[in-house]
């Protein structure tokens, strides 16, 4: 029984609901499919965080620079929780012994070096902090 809807009407508020106003159809299928696209966005950014959660190969930090003269001479980063990176493509403009940095990467566990110092790191970013 709609609720606003005068008796004598009943039969004809068919396209009324909870207070007399008037439905539209349209705007029903927008909103189910807006709320169809929202879950799917919602969920794919849920997977996307929970995988880079799980995937222990992936490196967000900040740290310094450091020139190492062993080996032939080279630079890592030493993190901030004092763990040591072995770089692989470092770019020219951030070799600078005591360069402050914030970076991403992926560990190369596939890769050796002879450098023996660190954990091998494919940098995706970085920048000078």
């Known amino acids: ?11 004809h508020a068919k396209g009324l609901r909870m207070g007399s106003f008037p439905v539209d159809e349209t ?3 927008k909103n189910r499919v807006g709320l169809i696209v929202l879950f799917i ?3 794919f950014f849920i997977a996307l965080f929970g995988y880079m959660l ?3 190969e992936i490196v967000v930090e900040t740290g310094t620079i450091t020139y190492l003269d062993f080996e032939g001479g080279f630079y890592g980063i030493v993190a901030d929780d004092g763990e040591h990176y072995d ?4 770019p020219s403009e951030f070799k600078e012994d ?4 914030m970076f991403i990467g992926k560990i190369r ?3 050796g070096s002879f450098h023996m110092w660190g954990k091998i790191i494919e940098l995706t ?5």
């Open 27 to 29: 705007y029903e299928a």
């Open 98 to 101: 005591g360069l402050r940095v």
């Open 54 to 56: 799980m995937n222990k």
């Open 41 to 43: 966005l919602t969920s």
């Open 1 to 11: 029984m709609p609720i606003g809807v005068p008796r004598a009407d009943w039969k």
């Open 125 to 129: 970013s970085i920048k000078k902090l």
């Open 109 to 111: 566990e596939d890769l």
């Open 87 to 90: 770089p692989i493509n470092l």
